[in-house]
């Protein structure tokens, strides 16, 4: 306690502001203690303190919304007495300095998320972002993500079901690990992290505290890196928690059987900012005092003190709020699937302050009966840390960025230029399990992941559930407000493939260093056009995650808003078409033919123009309500089939990255069937690429072109299927096998390179 | 109506799987903890896929261990029908039920992807009711499935139709292309490859159906 105490709440990431600020809560100078709670609860990983303002411009509310953000996950009512919690999150920085254990513990907490709702988690998602694959670093990183999501995920024994790769030099130094689950709960289980009812006990679950990830929200998580190799960086691995999915699966379904009885009155998961994050806010939440005795918390080594264990980021712990008569049932509950259960807290009356105001205490004491150690107003940790309205700047050095249009570019060999383009992710999602519970109906690889709604314990349904999760940060950098809305409307049109109506998006933020007046532009741009798609389609946004200083050297990330998508499918007994069509059968093009401002076929952010290292060019804007009834006369077609009706559509797949030559080219490579395609109106619709087209394989195509018309969607025919060559008019000429082969192997050949 | 255990060791994950894929078929079946000592009244035991113990030190190497696998080798000695799919053919292999042992897989990656599987032996409670050469389309999902024995086990395996399901296309290095094999008497078997996945064509194959047909099928004691 002899150091002075500005130097002490610097080390902890507080500004002088906030140590003023925490002094005036006090109405005293806290001590180290206090100061390090306040330290991790008022870290920007934990509080938001950067984002909250522009997050409210976000709709969040809709009639099938059981709870919206805030809780620690999302949930929608899905039908036949069934809910769903989704929740997506980021572990970026903990997995761009120890990959396997990063990934790894990024889905033992998302799990953790979802079923401290009362949810059983059914499935997982994985967008990744790494830089170029020609460095050996990034090849290690990939290597080691993957195994850990595959390890983790698998023998917790929740399948992984889709996500995303994306390799971009701008992600070198700061790869991106975003983490989207997904479960089910029947809607009358549904349970809140509350803390209430004064006497009641805290219970922590599962593993014993340790040193891992001390400071992993403050230290690591709330700034950015170096960039120099081995310098600060490599300092902060201990801040890296450790995963053990055997004790978070024993974990699952302990607190799964606690909820099944009734025993839980509120329950919390321990993640970022560990005890004192679960106490505070379970505390404010319900409006109450908690006293904790930080010697009882079970300790994985001795000579640990106070602020190691309240703030410890220990993995596979949960906190439950019981009564003390139903504490012997849990620990019988907790003894048979080897769970250690420990009562750490009790529930008391909150204090009356000088204007009669009822205010929760967090009160850390050495023993129930022993010295105070710390004693600070639980929602001050929780609800009340600063909120900054940053300084937001649109860079001026956009502009040029924007007039330097790739549609200038010389067109080169477009059939090299297209196998270029394609990539099967297979070698990544063979790792992850992706059918255990026997719902995955279409798993990772295809526009949308799809599910039967069925686990153990749920009122049986015919429903199925769809996901997808979706970015753009090519577009995102040219406009952060459009490319958003781009982005979301074409994770809807997504989930339109495999039959589904979006009912809900969740949202992982992934920006640079909010102290950068560009990036704060950015975020805030990003929210808008989240904000105005959302708006327009009706859809709520139920719950997020932001997560800063993405940054490296000094130089931020693109923006990264990633989206995932929650549908819903009524009736599902059959698979939806997938992409693999008939010889025989016509190919058309479904929707907005041209995109709507100075460009009608825009290459700027395409794929195609990155890979000639053209960055720069305008997005187009789209016609939503062309989108719109496109959208929903696809959904129709297909959720038709997977109700079981017959139907001319063999094949269906949505023009996203590379435009509507990769998509042609994805489905030859599945199909193994070529085609032939009569001259594009423009070369650049060949890799053009803006949301809401779907490439549709028929066997009728008259009377899908009458249904097309009755439904008002624009449509145009493009030619057959058939042969062994993928054929576009005198632009693309290449072989069935060729695509085939390309794309199979783009991947591991690029992870082998040199390595 | 035939009686079914599924048996649950800290750290299974396909047990529900398992239970209602044989539920489909009409079996009674029920969950049972590993703790379990007696499995009398069951016509038939499933040791389901997962990472029984979570796997520590190696995968059924722990899971023998459990009381539950006595009563596992009793209700075999005494003719009862053993199914160890997946973790569950890695535990019967480490308790010494059935020869040879599985290895990680020759790539050293988890693979979760379909393969097919010809029969190669009718002569089990799994495979009695397909039929010699026939092929099916079911899913693997591990990290150590590479079957290995030693010489003289596998010509003794090959001579006596204890060979049950091959591999097509070999996809983890599995000795002779093994995916599955029985005991002598054919009432215990074990394979890698998951019929429980493979019982519908809305998740891709109704391929897995003909083995649990056959496992459940009421049947007089060998």
């Known amino acids: ?755 | 109506m035939t009686r079914i255990a599924v048996v649950v060791f800290p750290g299974s994950n396909c047990e529900y799987d398992a239970l209602t894929g044989v539920e489909s078929l009409g079996a009674d079946a029920e969950l049972v903890w590993h703790s379990t000592k007696d499995l009398s009244g069951f016509d038939g035991v499933i040791l389901p896929g997962g990472f029984a113990h979570g796997d520590y030190l190696r995968p059924g190497a722990l899971a023998r261990f459990s009381p539950v696998m006595d009563a596992v080798a009793r209700f075999a000695e005494d003719g009862g029908a053993v199914l160890g799919i997946c973790n569950g053919f890695q535990v019967l292999t480490e308790a010494g039920l059935l020869p040879g042992a599985l290895q990680k897989n020759a790539g050293l990656k988890f693979l979760c992807q379909p393969t097919t599987l010809t029969v190669t032996s009718t002569d089990s409670i799994l495979t009695a009711n397909a039929t010699l050469g026939q092929e099916l389309v079911i899913p693997i999902n591990h990290f150590s499935g590479a079957y290995v024995c030693d010489d003289e086990t596998l010509a003794r395996l090959e001579g006596s139709g204890q060979i049950i399901l091959r591999y097509v296309e070999n996809p983890n290095g599995s000795r002779g292309n093994i995916a599955g094999l029985a005991n002598e008497r054919g009432n215990v078997v074990g394979l890698m490859p998951h019929p429980e996945r493979a019982m519908s064509t809305l998740l891709g194959s109704a391929d897995g159906r003909v083995l649990l047909e056959s496992f459940v099928a009421p049947r007089v004691r060998a």
């Not at chain 1, 703030?311 to 250690?340: G, H, K």
């Open chain 1, 1 to 755: 306690m002899n150091r002075p105490p500005q130097s002490l709440h610097r080390a902890l990431g507080l500004s002088d502001d906030e140590f003023a600020q925490i002094e005036a809560v006090l109405g005293r100078e806290p001590n180290d203690l206090e100061l390090a709670l306040y330290g991790v609860m008022w870290s920007e990983h934990c509080s938001y303190k950067s984002s909250r303002l522009h997050l409210r411009r976000l709709p969040t509310t809709g009639e099938h919304v059981l709870v919206g953000p805030g809780e620690n996950a999302g949930v929608i009512d899905a039908g036949d007495g069934i809910a769903v919690a989704i929740r997506i999150e980021s572990h970026n920085h903990p997995s761009a300095i120890e990959p396997y254990q990063g990934a790894a513990t990024g889905v033992g907490g998302i799990l953790r998320d979802v079923f401290t709702m009362g949810a059983r988690p059914l499935a997982v998602m994985d967008p990744l972002f790494f830089g170029e694959l020609s460095d050996a670093r990034q090849r290690w990183l990939v290597e080691g993500v993957v195994s850990g999501i595959s390890g983790y995920g698998n023998s917790v024994g929740v399948p992984t079901i889709g996500g995303e790769l994306t390799f971009d030099e701008c992600y070198s130094g700061n790869p991106l690990v975003n983490v989207l689950c997904v479960g089910a709960l029947p809607t009358e289980r549904l349970v809140l992290g509350i803390a209430s009812g004064v006497g009641n006990l805290a219970v922590l679950l599962g593993s014993r505290t340790g040193r891992d990830g001390i400071g992993g929200v403050s230290v690591l998580a709330s700034a950015g890196f170096s960039g120099e190799e081995g310098a600060l960086d490599d300092a902060k691995r201990p801040s890296v928690q450790v995963g053990d999915p055997y004790e978070e699966k024993r974990l699952i379904e302990a607190c799964l059987e606690l909820l099944d009885r009734g025993y839980v009155l509120g329950i919390q998961d321990l993640g970022g900012a560990g005890l004192v994050c679960a106490t505070s806010e379970t505390a404010a939440r319900g409006g109450v005092g908690m006293d904790v005795d930080v010697t009882a918390v079970p300790q994985r080594e001795p000579g640990m003190v106070p602020y190691e264990i309240m703030t410890s980021e220990s993995q596979e712990r949960m906190l439950a709020i019981i009564t003390p008569e139903n504490l012997e049932a849990v620990r019988e509950v907790c003894e048979r699937w080897e769970v250690r259960a420990t009562v750490v807290g009790h529930v008391v009356e909150p204090l009356i302050d000088d204007d009669g105001n009822e205010v929760g205490m967090l009160r850390i004491r050495d023993g129930f009966d022993g010295e105070v150690l710390a004693e600070v107003p639980a929602r001050s940790l929780a609800d009340e840390a600063p909120l900054y309205d940053r300084t937001r700047e649109r860079p001026s050095s956009l502009d040029a960025v924007l007039d330097d249009d790739p549609s200038n570019e010389p067109v080169g060999s477009t059939n090299e230029d297209l196998l270029s383009l394609l990539v099967d992710p297979g070698w990544v999602y063979r790792q992850y399990d992706s059918q255990l519970f026997l719902n995955t109906v279409v798993g990772p690889g295809r526009d949308a992941a799809l599910l039967r709604l069925a686990g153990p314990g749920l009122p049986v349904s015919t429903r199925g559930i769809a996901l997808s999760t979706d970015s753009n940060p090519r577009w995102c950098a040219l406009d952060p407000r459009l490319g958003t809305a781009l982005t979301i409307y074409e994770s809807v049109a997504n989930l339109a493939c495999v039959g589904a109506t979006a009912k809900a998006v969740v949202n992982c933020l992934n920006f640079g260093n909010p102290e950068h007046p560009s990036v704060m532009w950015q975020l805030s741009e990003a929210i808008d056009g989240m904000a105005d798609a959302c708006s327009a389609l009706g859809l709520p946004v139920i719950g997020g995650n932001v997560s800063l200083y993405n940054e490296s050297g000094g130089v931020d990330i693109d923006p990264t808003p990633v989206v995932g998508l929650l549908g819903v499918l009524d009736h599902l007994v059959a698979p939806p078409p997938g992409w693999n069509w008939r010889a025989g059968d016509a190919l058309v093009l479904v929707g907005v033919r041209r995109a709507v401002g100075e460009r009608s076929f825009p290459l700027g952010g395409s794929r195609w123009a990155t890979r000639r290292g053209r960055r720069g060019g305008r997005l187009s804007e789209i016609e939503v309500s062309t989108l719109r009834a496109t959208i929903d006369f696809v959904v129709g077609e297909v959720a038709g089939i997977c109700a079981g009706m017959a139907s001319d559509v063999t094949a269906v797949h949505d023009v996203s990255g590379g435009g509507i030559a990769a998509a042609l080219a994805e489905m030859v490579a599945v199909t193994s069937v070529g085609a032939q395609v009569a001259e594009l109106d423009d070369f650049a619709e060949l890799f053009s690429e803006f949301p809401g087209r779907f490439i549709v394989a028929t066997g009728d195509l008259d009377a899908f072109a009458t249904r097309a018309a009755a439904a008002g969607v624009p449509m145009v025919s493009l030619g057959t299927c058939g042969g062994e060559r993928l054929v576009i008019g005198s632009t693309v000429d290449l072989s069935v096998d060729d695509i085939a082969a390309t794309r199979r192997g783009a991947l591991e050949a690029a992870l082998s390179a040199l390595s």
